[in-house]
T-cell receptor, first 113, second 111 residues
């Protein structure tokens, strides 16, 4: 079974702090994704990556950056956290771009105060 | 603009009943289709892929209607544990991430 692991389940940060969300997958998947999920808005794609050191903006990249130094690890960075970034963050990986299903980590619930 | 539409519900269904819901998509070039299940405050988990010929997995049946551009999920003999939100995911197979999520249908199975 594919395992996607997110480093924190719950996180509370202050406005202006730099926040790192880490994600590791163990299935040698090329593709990794970061989503956020908010009530009534569904899942929204922040950034994705198809290869090491490669990144692409999703639908809502503003206020975020990412890093993929190794194939198995994809990090989401909030340079200066704001209260409107309070959300559930979900990392996912997939085998084939755009065709195979996503496998999600168990999510990080971030609260910015 | 690519869109995937689902009735948000909630669908309140007695235990043991059969329930079905649809998901419509606007991009006729879509190639892959999936149903995910998401429990409250948990991550989405793949329930089943949807194949052109339709497919069945136990009490769950998924169908694809390309002409009318919708997929469906049928749950027979519903259990209390089927209560969840069901997300439809459509892939266009290229460009960007090629995946579009519906906002989900909330299902409540009542004893």
């Amino acid at each position: 079974d594919v395992k996607v692991t997110q480093s924190s389940r719950y996180l509370v940060k202050r406005t202006g702090e730099k926040v790192f969300l880490e994600c590791v997958q163990d299935m040698d998947h090329e593709n990794m994704f970061w989503y956020r999920q908010d009530p009534g808005l569904g899942l929204r794609l922040i950034y994705f990556s198809y290869d090491v050191k490669m990144k692409e903006k999703g639908d809502i990249p503003e206020g975020y950056s990412v890093s993929r130094e190794k194939k198995e690890r994809f990090s989401l960075i909030l340079e200066s956290a704001s209260t409107n970034q309070t959300s559930m963050y979900l990392c996912a990986s997939s085998r084939t771009r755009g065709e195979s299903p996503l496998h999600f980590g168990n999510g990080t619930r971030l609260t910015v105060t | 603009r690519k869109e995937v539409e689902q009735d948000p519900g909630p669908f309140n269904v007695p235990e043991g009943a059969t329930v079905a819901f649809n998901c419509t998509y606007s991009n006729s070039a879509s190639q892959s289709f999936f149903w995910y299940r998401q429990d409250c405050r948990k991550e989405p988990k793949l329930l089943m892929s949807v194949y052109s010929s339709g497919n069945e997995d136990g009490r769950f049946t998924a169908q694809l209607n390309r002409a009318s551009q919708y997929i469906s999920l049928l749950i027979r003999d519903s259990k209390l544990s089927d209560s969840a939100t069901y997300l439809c995911v459509v892939s266009s197979g290229g460009g960007a991430d090629g995946l579009t999520f519906g906002k989900g249908t909330h299902l409540i199975i009542q004893p």
